[in-house]
């Protein structure tokens, strides 16, 4: 475990038990509570079975009439065995914060310090502003680890607001990124968003120095000195009786091979609720990723289009499934969902069926354990 870890994971046992009650905060304990089982039907067959807690305290102190101090701060234990048809059994498990950050805020600003998720965009299953997290729309816990670094916002009167942030650099690639990120100063971007009719447009920037040291990063490649990288995105989403929205990123950098330096990302996408039943939702999206050697020259391209439904049957079932499929290669992916909620327990019952090979969320963290056809078996408790 890095020094960092230990050191922020200290931080939360004693915040933990430091008597608050005596300088009058307010403190909240919960936590969540999940194991997951995966049975792969594969040759070999494969079997995965896991157990996550994430506890997590939250704290709030009124400073003034007008300005709020508050702070979060959580940790992810997990451990695993699995299981592969011929081979031994084999464990694997880890301790590392989750979330750590404090905050500044007022009515319409704030300044968020520490470790944090920033996520935003108008897109749902395939994102191209996934820059800083690597949530999968698979997963319904939506987990995804944070980024170091610091958060400004500030909203206008007028619902306009603006986002701005420095990062701490990172060996281990976030969101999109195939490349850790080094060199002497830390990233900065920021993001505009303003009111557009019956719904919003928002334009965003981010800089970053892709580092020299690749041991993390998930394509081989030889670095002599850091390169520069630059973000640009576009969205935008509407209400005209069904949603739609778009999601668009150009990233320019320096990197040694040519086909990689300029990548363009593209979705566009729209939702309805059909009056049928407890309502019928239907989700629609096409993405479409090029990259080349110039701005406007592309060596490679892939085409994805997403669709899912989600159906209430009642209370306490629901059913939903996913289908995406590569105009590229011509593969599917198709993943169906059956969700039972009981007050703070939740258990969720997920079949997939797969390409083999798995070359969707590549970053996500479990794509290889949903390649093939299989089941998973997932119990949620929040307390």
Excluded: C
């Excluded at 081979?87 to 750590?100: N, T």
């Excluded at 400004?152 to 990124?177: D, Q």
């Excluded at 668009?248 to 990548?263: A, F, I, M, N, Q």
């Excluded at 050697?293 to 669709?307: H, R, Y």
């Amino acid at each position: 475990m890095k020094r960092r870890s230990k050191v922020l994971i200290l931080i939360f046992l004693l915040t933990a038990i430091h008597p608050w009650h005596t300088v009058g905060q307010k403190l909240e304990f919960s936590g969540q509570v999940s194991g997951t089982h995966v049975s792969r039907f594969a040759d070999p067959w494969l079997m995965v079975t896991g157990l996550r807690y994430i506890p997590m305290l939250k704290g709030s102190v009124p400073l003034n009439e007008t300005l709020k101090f508050d702070g979060e701060a959580s940790v992810n234990a997990f451990g695993y065995m699995n299981w592969e048809q011929g081979q031994k059994v084999g464990f694997e498990g880890d301790l590392k914060p989750y979330r750590i950050w404090a905050r500044i805020s007022a009515e319409r600003f704030e300044v968020r310090l520490g470790l944090q998720k920033i996520n935003f965009g108008s897109a749902v299953m395939l994102r191209p502003l996934m820059w800083f997290d690597k949530m999968d729309p698979r997963d319904p816990l939506q987990l995804t680890d944070g980024v170091y670094g610091a958060l400004g916002r500030y909203y206008f009167r007028n619902n306009a607001n603006i986002w701005v942030w420095g990062l701490l650099r990172s060996k281990t690639p976030k969101g999109w990124e195939m490349l850790g990120s080094g060199g002497m100063f830390p990233e900065a971007g920021g993001r505009l968003q303003m009111p557009a009719g019956k719904g919003e447009i928002a334009l965003s920037g981010h800089y970053r120095m892709i580092g020299t040291d690749q041991s993390k990063g998930y394509i081989p490649i030889t670095i002599e000195e850091p390169l520069p990288e630059m973000r640009l995105g576009l969205d935008g989403k509407w209400d005209i009786g069904p949603g739609i929205w778009f999601e668009g990123t150009y990233t320019w950098s320096k990197l040694p091979v040519e086909e990689l330096r300029h990548t363009r990302m593209l979705t566009v996408g729209a939702d309805y609720t059909f009056g049928l039943g407890n309502g019928l939702t239907m989700m629609g999206e096409q993405f479409i990723y090029q990259s080349g050697p110039e701005m406007l020259k592309s060596t490679k391209s892939v085409t994805f289009t997403a669709t899912s439904l989600t159906y209430p049957i009642n209370l306490t079932h629901s059913l939903s499934a996913m289908v995406f499929y590569n105009w590229t290669s011509g593969d599917w992916y198709r993943f169906i969902n059956w969700r039972i909620s009981l007050e703070n327990i939740s258990f969720y019952l997920i079949g997939f069926w797969n390409p083999g090979q798995f070359d969707l969320f590549l970053n996500s963290g479990n794509s290889n354990l949903m390649a093939g056809n299989g089941v998973q078996l997932m119990f949620v408790w929040n307390h």
